[in-house]
């Protein structure tokens, strides 16, 4: 299978790695590559310049947005939420019909300050807003509640738990399943909320979740954010 994975954080990182390591064949998608491969700073939330991890990983090629979004049999959301749209835009994802696209990303919006709110929220979602803005994608709404660690390895949280997964096609929320045990989430672990509109719930839990790990004192703490689809996700931008 071919995945672009739009975004070059922590977390599109973390999957297209692990997408790799399974013997698929990834590209991330960034606004500009020349650009990513040239950082040489740590992101403000300590995430290592793309330059560092692309080494460790020859096997998956970097191109633009809209270039990987072609070569992708399926699309990976993993860019901030803020500004998702804007890059399934660039993306051209109007032109991928048919294409199923998983979203783990959140709409988290720092513009008051630390912790975060959501936009949308409440009567809408990020999940219902592409498929929306882009009708011919068969949106997935799924992982966007955990770190990033935890999405592609669920050995790392011990007992029982369970990813939610979101969406209006029912042969795509099949494909994803079928993903989602390639990275070890066992059939009861999986749990089929129905719709689109479902991701709501999903992306309301972020705000709880956050508090939960400031109250707890976490010292990863800006990591988790990051697993969460906050800043430093969308990389290339």
């Known amino acids: 299978m071919r995945y672009a994975v739009l975004g070059t954080g922590i977390v599109g990182r ?4 692990r997408l790799s390591g399974l013997g698929h064949e990834v590209v991330i998608g960034t606004r500009d590559p020349e650009a990513t491969l040239a950082r040489t700073e740590a992101s403000p939330m300590g995430t290592p310049p ?9 096997g998956v090629r970097l191109a633009g947005f809209a270039e990987a979004a072609r070569a992708g ?3 990976v959301n993993a860019t901030a939420g803020l500004v998702s749209i804007a890059a399934l835009t660039e993306a051209e994802a109007g032109r991928s019909d048919g294409k199923l696209l998983i979203d ?30 882009f009708p011919g994608l068969r949106v997935v709404k799924t992982l966007n509640t955990m770190n990033c660690a935890v999405m592609v390895d669920p050995s790392r ?10 969406g209006d096609d029912a042969d795509a929320k099949k494909a994803v399943r079928e993903l989602l045990h390639t990275f070890g989430w066992p059939e009861g ?13 999903t992306e309301m839990l972020l705000p709880l979740w956050l508090r939960l790990m400031g109250s707890l004192g976490h010292t990863d703490f800006n ?15």
């Open 157 to 166: 949280v011990a007992g029982e738990h369970h990813v939610f997964m979101a």
């Open 14 to 17: 973390t999957l297209a790695g």
């Open 73 to 75: 049999e399926a699309l």
């Open 50 to 58: 793309y330059a560092t991890w692309q080494a460790d990983h020859p």
């Open 223 to 237: 990591f988790h954010i990051q697993g969460a689809g906050g800043p430093g996700s969308w990389g290339g931008h």
């Open 189 to 201: 672990g999986i749990l089929d909320l129905g719709g689109i509109e479902s991701a709501r719930g």
């Open 104 to 133: 783990v990303a959140n709409p988290l919006d720092f513009s008051r300050g630390f912790p975060p709110g959501l936009d949308p929220v409440d009567r809408d979602s990020l999940g219902e807003l592409i498929q929306r803005t």
